[in-house]
């Protein structure tokens, strides 16, 4: 994030907006991340997995294609890191899905459930960066 610029930002939205209604009317299926993935075990899982190749395939074409890519720096240690991989996947289970299912898809289909998601981790999200950045923990 050191080179954000609100070009950037609405440029990526409009792209994860595109492809989330590409995959809607295209397939009938909400680009929900958590739900696609619990599901690459399904009979139909061919869809599934082409959409998690793309996810994983896009960064590396930008970086032939545009620009190199700085490498992420994890300054935390690896049982953390999995822990919160852990929580992260308990609490997408216990929300009925992800930020992408309810905040991009289901917030564009005026979901109330996804409504009430959204706030929810919005909120919990407002209140860890003001603990981190505030209280001393980071």
């Not at 074409?61 to 890191?81: D, E, G, K, M, N």
Request: hydrophobic letters at 55%.
């Amino acid at each position: 994030m050191s080179h954000f610029t609100p070009v950037s930002a609405l440029l990526g939205g409009g792209l994860i907006g595109l492809s989330a209604a590409l995959l809607w009317v295209g397939c009938c299926r909400i680009a929900g991340i958590s739900g696609i993935l619990a599901g690459t075990l399904a009979p139909d899982r061919a869809w599934r997995l082409m959409f998690l190749a793309g996810l994983v395939a896009a960064p590396v074409v930008y970086r032939i294609a545009f620009a190199p890519l700085s490498r992420p720096a994890i300054a935390t240690a690896w049982p953390l890191v999995i822990l919160g991989g852990l929580l992260v996947g308990f609490g997408t289970r216990l929300g009925g899905g992800c930020t992408s299912g309810h905040g991009v898809c289901g917030m564009a289909r005026l979901s109330p459930r996804s409504i009430v998601a959204t706030a929810v981790f919005m909120t919990a999200a407002a209140g860890t960066v003001f603990v981190v950045r505030h209280m001393g923990a980071g």
